[in-house]
């Protein structure tokens, strides 16, 4: 059985507490502040959500502490289906494992769903003398320390993302973090350092303008928003892949009640609506 | 989210809409990804700061 046959049985059975949600405006919550991806994901799925369930869906902007300030809030928010969140592998995965000391579970956020998906780019200077994503590792492969690499700080998915590649791939590389996926990526422009695993939107403008090569998507297979990019596979080094998402929790802190199911099935259902 | 404007909007941004086929397929995704994630924090090696 799955999972839709279960809401579309349960939201027959139980019509009218499925009607009773959502009877007031949806709050949206990101961990950072206005202009950045995660407040556009949110700004662009807020309306058509809203429309499907029938009310508002209003974004909230949360800043601070790494997006933890966000999680924490949602966790302990009502769970009556009136506060939504909007979080990265930052907020659910890595915080918990670099903070002991975080001030909310992940457990008390339920999953709705997933909702993007981005790799990153793996991108050189044009004179870095590397051409292919396989003359990287070769290099690589010849001396320690040979490669050096920028990321948007410690514990950033590029980062991560690098980190995971040396690892899979053997190959040693020294990091060089900076405040901000900006500044990383102008230190590869400007020749201070050999290469990043940059996101799309910073790193794509910069290739285009032939100031960066991409080598390679860090997904196995290649990404409609890089279609000239080999990814993982195709680029010899199957074993690795690493892609960042943007998901949908609610909050889940307290028991079940009434309208659990409605607030459920009613979110999942509008979600993955095609129109 | 299936919508084509939303997944062009996304995509101008650098992010491909992808939706779970459930809740309980994204509960189970995020329980690996989870362990993904902290396997990569490890391997970075990165001290909470």
């Known amino acids: 059985l799955t999972a839709v046959a279960v809401c579309g049985l349960l939201g027959a059975a139980g019509s009218t507490k499925a009607q009773s949600w959502p009877a007031k405006p949806i709050r949206l919550v990101i961990g950072f502040a206005p202009g950045g991806a995660a407040d556009y994901v949110a700004r662009t799925i807020a309306d058509p959500l809203g429309r499907l369930l029938g009310q508002s869906v209003v974004v909230e902007n949360r800043a601070g502490a790494g997006s933890s300030l966000a999680a924490d809030f949602v966790a302990k928010a009502p769970a009556d289906g009136y506060t939504l969140l909007i979080a990265s592998p930052s907020s659910i995965s890595v915080n918990p494992a670099l903070n002991a000391k975080l001030t909310y579970s992940a457990k008390d956020l339920v999953p709705v769903t997933k909702v993007t998906s981005s790799p990153l780019v793996v991108a050189v200077h044009p004179g870095a003398g590397i051409n292919s994503f396989q003359e990287l590792i070769a290099i690589g492969e010849s001396e320690a320390g040979a490669l050096n690499y920028t990321?948007?700080?410690?514990?950033?998915?590029?980062?991560?993302?690098?980190?995971?590649?040396?690892?899979?791939?053997?190959?040693?590389?020294?990091?060089?973090?900076?405040?901000?996926?900006?500044?990383?990526?102008?230190?590869?422009?400007?020749?201070?350092?050999?290469?990043?695993?940059?996101?799309?939107?910073?790193?794509?403008?910069?290739?285009?303008?032939?100031?960066?090569?991409?080598?390679?998507?860090?997904?196995?297979?290649?990404?409609?928003?890089?279609?000239?990019?080999?990814?993982?596979?195709?680029?010899?080094?199957?074993?690795?892949?690493?892609?960042?998402?943007?998901?949908?929790?609610?909050?889940?802190?307290?028991?079940?009640?009434?309208?659990?199911?409605?607030?459920?099935?009613?979110?999942s259902r509008s979600c993955s609506a095609p129109t | 989210m299936q919508r084509a404007d939303v997944k062009a909007a996304l995509a101008r941004e650098g992010t491909e809409v992808a939706l779970s086929k459930s809740p309980e397929e994204f509960a189970a995704f995020l329980v690996e990804d989870n362990r993904f994630w902290a396997q990569l924090v490890k391997e970075a090696g990165v001290k909470a700061e």
């Not at chain 1, 950033?156 to 791939?169: N, T």
């Not at chain 1, 990404?223 to 993982?232: E, F, K, N, R």
Request: positive net charge; glycine residues 12%; proline residues 9%.
């Open chain 1, 151 to 267: 990321s948007s700080g410690n514990g950033s998915a590029p980062h991560l993302g690098a980190a995971h590649f040396s690892k899979v791939a053997g190959v040693e590389m020294v990091h060089i973090p900076y405040k901000g996926g900006a500044p990383a990526i102008q230190a590869v422009i400007a020749g201070d350092a050999q290469l990043t695993f940059g996101t799309p939107p910073s790193v794509l403008p910069m290739v285009q303008a032939g100031r960066l090569k991409a080598l390679a998507v860090t997904s196995p297979n290649r990404s409609s928003l890089v279609p000239d990019v080999p990814g993982t596979i195709e680029a010899g080094l199957p074993a690795y892949s690493m892609s960042f998402w943007y998901w949908l929790l609610r909050a889940g802190r307290h028991a079940a009640r009434g309208g659990e199911e409605a607030v459920r099935c009613g979110l």
